[in-house]
């Protein structure tokens, strides 16, 4: 007598209050594949179920359920009373003079990120968050100027990316030839907040956008900037494995402490040695050190060879920044004159030095520069005067 022929058998829950349905952007691999079967998907089918909804909504960026044509209907209908497919609401949209792009979104709660997006003749950058507003009030920058409000979900980076796509009408449309032009060719994460106080929300988040069945940016097209958070640095390699900055900005402990205050504790002998042992660390895959060019701050011509000298043994190269002024900034850009003879400096002694060229500044979109406009926009005039002064 034959064996009995067995199937899976699509078991439907009932349907879950709005609240309740669980958003799939953010969720890594392992993570959806767990909320597929737990609502309902058979173990057997949940690898290719997986597949087929990644792609889905990474690589075709549909949002409807009912839209993936390639799944029984009775399925979408029970992806459709489980899960959403949700991102941060982009509120304003400001277009700059030189063709950068500010997003002002908001997420949950009623928080609100800022998201830049920076065209170039070879590539395009977007600029991405990691939090709302920022723990370490570095000096120079606007960012810093306004408290931590808490961390970003792993959906609500990942969802920066797919609102700038949506924007940019950069998702392949379906029967087309196929176009590998990429607007967004590169990411980093230098937006607002410190991303390695939020590392497991940005490694996830960093699986979904790097993940080759759907966005689709290799490692080596990630950047992610540090003000040296000392012990969370060697993970950043091994757990994520994009490229790293660190924000470094000065080549004493005494200047350091002011500009970025973490330096106060994890000082700059203390960081150099954690970025000499950076797992993968090779000419092909530098640190770059970000360097803020401040009048009469950090910009002499013993700041850059102290600057080299810190720099030994380190595969490294140095972007210089020409300071981006904002309402009642302490400090004042260096010279053109004083910014070049700096970047000669460290550039004859081995090190590529490219002096960045400001972009955005004319909607305040520059490094440095973000912060939630609806931020400073409630308050009142008398306030915005009172910081000023102080």
Not at 66 to 89: G, S, V, W
Not at 302 to 318: F, M, N, Q, S, T
């Amino acid at each position: 007598m034959s064996a009995p022929i067995t199937q899976d058998v699509l078991t439907l829950p009932r349907k879950l209050p709005e609240t309740a349905r669980t958003n799939i952007v953010g969720l890594t691999r392992d993570q959806l594949r767990a909320a597929l079967i737990a609502a309902g998907t058979p173990e057997k089918q949940a690898k290719m179920r997986l597949g087929q909804l990644w792609q889905w909504v990474y690589h075709w960026g549909v949002r409807d359920f009912a839209l993936m044509t390639n799944l029984a209907k009775d399925y979408r209908a029970l992806l459709a009373d489980h899960f959403t497919i949700e991102q941060p609401e982009v509120v304003t949209r400001q277009i700059s003079e030189d063709g950068t792009r500010k997003y002002l979104v908001r997420i949950a709660g009623g928080h609100e990120v800022e998201v830049v997006y920076i065209p170039e003749t070879d590539r395009g950058t977007l600029c991405i968050s990691s939090q709302v507003g920022c723990t370490l009030t570095c000096s120079f920058c606007h960012t810093g100027t306004q408290k931590l409000v808490r961390n970003l979900t792993a959906g609500e980076i990942v969802g920066q990316v797919m609102l700038a796509r949506d924007d940019l009408g950069e998702w392949p449309v379906q029967g087309a030839p196929k176009d590998e032009t990429r607007l967004i060719s590169n990411i980093v994460l230098m937006g607002m907040g410190e991303p390695l106080y939020n590392f497991d929300n940005v490694r996830d988040a960093m699986k979904v956008v790097m993940d080759n069945e759907g966005i689709a940016l290799g490692r080596r097209r990630i950047t992610l900037s540090t003000s040296g958070v000392v012990p969370e640095i060697a993970r950043t390699a091994t757990e994520i494995g994009c490229l790293l900055a660190v924000s470094f900005h000065a080549t004493t402990d005494e200047v350091r402490d002011q500009l970025v205050p973490i330096n106060k504790r994890w000082n700059i002998a203390t960081l150099l040695e954690a970025l000499k042992a950076y797992p993968g660390l090779s000419n092909s895959e530098r640190i770059t050190f970000e360097y803020v060019m401040l009048d009469g701050v950090n910009d002499t011509k013993e700041d850059a060879y102290r600057l080299v000298e810190l720099l030994r043994g380190i595969p490294a190269k140095v972007n210089l920044i020409p300071f981006n002024e904002w309402p009642g900034a302490p400090y004042k850009r260096s010279s053109g004159n004083r910014i070049h003879a700096f970047a000669d400096i460290i550039y004859k002694a081995g090190y590529a030095s490219p002096i960045r060229t400001p972009r955005g500044e004319d909607i305040m979109a520059a490094c440095g520069q973000l912060k939630s406009a609806t931020e400073r926009a409630r308050k009142s005039k008398a306030q915005i005067a009172a910081e000023l002064e102080t």
